[in-house]
């Protein structure tokens, strides 16, 4: 892996020189931390996060109980109540995995919430790469947080702070 990394960067370089077009990175990690409001959003998504996992760990609690429950009194109970107890505790399950994809799941609520506060942000910083690419003629702008491997780099070529001063942070 580390070797095709290596090979990729040269040959980004290669066509960059071939190009006669400039290279530079962002590191949108730092220029996110920087942003006011996106910390703000971060800490509402933590703090909806962590009261939606309060009540999901309540509802697996209350299975856990009931489950509990049922094996302490099994051997007492008909086999109409065993099955009673049985659907009870199967429903209360889907119950509590239902409302785990609800707020936690691919199109749920956390998700939902975060598109709604940090893609505005996200959008905003991505559009002042985009004006400084063409103003600067940059022919690429690596993500530096993004897990891009970077072999060198030269903190002349780091755009991070050109980014936030675009966008009125400093």
Do not use: C
Not at 51 to 58: D, F, L, M, T
Not at 137 to 147: A, E, M, P, R, T
């Amino acid at each position: 892996m580390k070797k095709i990394s290596i090979i990729f960067v040269l040959i980004l370089f290669s066509i960059t020189y071939g190009f006669s077009q400039k290279l530079a990175y962002v590191d949108t990690e730092y220029i996110l931390s920087k942003i006011p409001a996106y910390e703000n959003a971060q800490d509402k998504l933590d703090e909806l996060s962590k009261g939606w996992q309060k009540e999901i760990e309540s509802k697996f609690s209350e299975v856990e109980n009931k489950y509990k429950e049922y094996q302490a009194e099994h051997v007492l109970l008909s086999a109409e109540m065993k099955k009673q107890r049985q659907t009870e505790i199967i429903n209360l399950e889907k119950e509590a995995n239902n409302l785990k994809n609800k707020y936690f799941g691919n199109e749920g609520e956390l998700y939902n919430k975060r598109k709604e506060l940090v893609k505005p942000i996200q959008d905003e910083v991505f559009n002042a790469i985009k004006e400084m690419a063409t103003e600067g003629n940059y022919g690429f702008i690596l993500d530096k947080s993004s897990g891009m491997s970077m072999i060198y780099t030269d903190n002349k070529y780091d755009l991070s702070s050109e980014v936030l001063k675009k966008l009125g942070y400093n």
